[in-house]
């Protein structure tokens, strides 16, 4: 079916009833975001709903559900959407959340197979993050935010940082971790394995070590990011290139996902053609 | 009194009852964030804590009051501390706050004079942060936090930025709100007016203009900081060196605490003695 005809066949579905089945999947989002679901994800928000509905997004979105005066700014978003657009009034939409939905905008995606991490790495230039035992929601999403903002490549993530489709973390991301190719490794160890099968330069950013500042343009590396408490682990760091940002007396850390944008606005900076300088 | 003195005069106050007068100033800490507290501001978490009791702060403590578990490792801290220590089990303290206070650890602290801009510009090298309109609190804090690590001589905000006192700004400055001088000015063109006292160069971030790295170094510089959404108002660049911070194709911008950190370490980072650089 062609865009003009899809853009016409806009039949949102109002609904009034919270125990519809059809919101099923809207149902205890809160809870649900701490067990896991099966491959789904919600996105929240419009900056989120937008992002999910462009060709950017590696997703494909199961449904939507809408406050009804939220419809009509999205329309020309939701002309391409093949999937339902249900219609529900915030009272709903709260009910079945469980919590209240102050946006008025709330869609379920589906993810796609897992990325083989070696996949991720271009040919020619290439700048890869690499997260460590990050386990906060806001940090993970700040970071594909930054890692989307200078261009990195793509994520990969141990086992024991969180899911970067966790409800929270697509919204600090601003929907980039929908859009940023991402994969999973067993643990740092993985990363400086992957980094030697295709000569990245494995990049560890830790206090009290050499200033980024100093680093040479380095055309393949892989930033590696560890939790602001107790950093990266010490035999991952031995193994690395380290390097630090300058801070002034007293002042321990940065955020992660702050240092980390500091250090890839130094690392990929270069890489980003003038004319999308911005 | 010595502090070897004081340090053996610390005599934590057990408290059990919820209504306890002494616990006023801790009662339904959110709806009070809300409406001012007349001077005093609430710290919370170890981190702020150990910041407000240590000199770099410029705050008076009133009162601390902790789950008596968390006594012990803060007892060295407290050493010199000559306000009131009270201790209550998390029960007590969540009935009394309004809400969970997983932490264990609150303090009570009371407001010095508010500071006037024009003091906080020093002679020589000087680099100043300007908010203009951020009502973000995770925001204002983030900045405080990036404006302490990279060295900054002060932040002064317009009128309608969120105080940097709040409960939840102080958390995430990590306590550096406390520590980085900070001053009021009615607007935007204030900001402007005190650059020309002060021969500062304004440097006003905003997508589409010079890159930053391209700057030459500036002794002097207040850098201008407006909200993601609608930016600096137009007015207030024109009569600003306008930067940007090079973007993936497709990314609108970056959070402001982070691309205020991007552009402070470009500003800042020559400034901090290389011996303090970590």
Same mark, same amino acid.
């Given at each position: 079916m062609r =865009?003009? %005809?899809l853009a016409t066949a806009l039949r949102p579905i109002p609904i009034d009833d919270p125990a519809d089945p059809r919101l099923a999947p809207y149902a205890a989002i809160r809870e649900r975001d701490l067990v896991g679901r099966q491959g789904r994800f919600v996105a929240e928000g419009e900056v989120v709903l937008r992002v999910l509905l462009s060709g950017r997004s590696r997703? =494909?979105? %199961?449904?939507?559900?809408?406050a009804p005066e939220r419809l009509p700014a999205l329309e020309p978003a939701l002309a391409a959407c093949d999937a339902p657009v249900y219609l529900a009034a915030r009272p709903v939409m709260s009910a079945v959340a469980g919590?209240?939905?102050?946006?008025?905008?709330?869609?379920i995606g589906r993810g796609g197979p897992v990325a083989d991490p070696d996949a991720?790495?271009?040919d020619g230039p290439a700048l890869l993050v690499g997260l460590v035992g990050l386990t906060n929601h806001d940090n993970v999403g700040g970071l594909f935010r930054n890692a989307a903002a200078f261009g990195a490549d793509g994520v990969l993530m141990d086992a024991a940082t969180c899911d970067p489709?966790?409800?929270k973390a697509i919204r600090v991301s601003a929907g980039t971790s929908l859009t940023v190719p991402f994969g999973r490794v067993p643990d740092g160890?993985?990363?400086l394995d992957l980094c030697a099968r295709h000569a990245l330069v494995p990049v560890a950013l830790t206090p009290g070590a050499e200033d980024i500042a100093a680093l040479p343009p380095l055309p393949r590396a892989l930033l590696l990011l560890g939790t602001e408490g107790t950093g990266l682990p010490e035999g991952l760091m031995a193994r690395a290139r380290r390097v630090g940002i300058p801070m002034a007396p007293g002042v321990d850390s940065l955020n992660v996902a702050v240092a980390g944008a500091v250090a890839l606005h130094r690392l990929g900076?270069?890489?980003?053609?003038?004319?999308d300088r911005a």
């Open positions: =865009r003009a %005809e997703f =494909r979105t %199961e449904s939507v559900l809408l919590f209240p939905i102050h946006r008025g905008v709330l869609a991720l790495v271009p489709l966790y409800r160890a993985a990363l900076g270069g890489r980003l053609p003038a004319q």
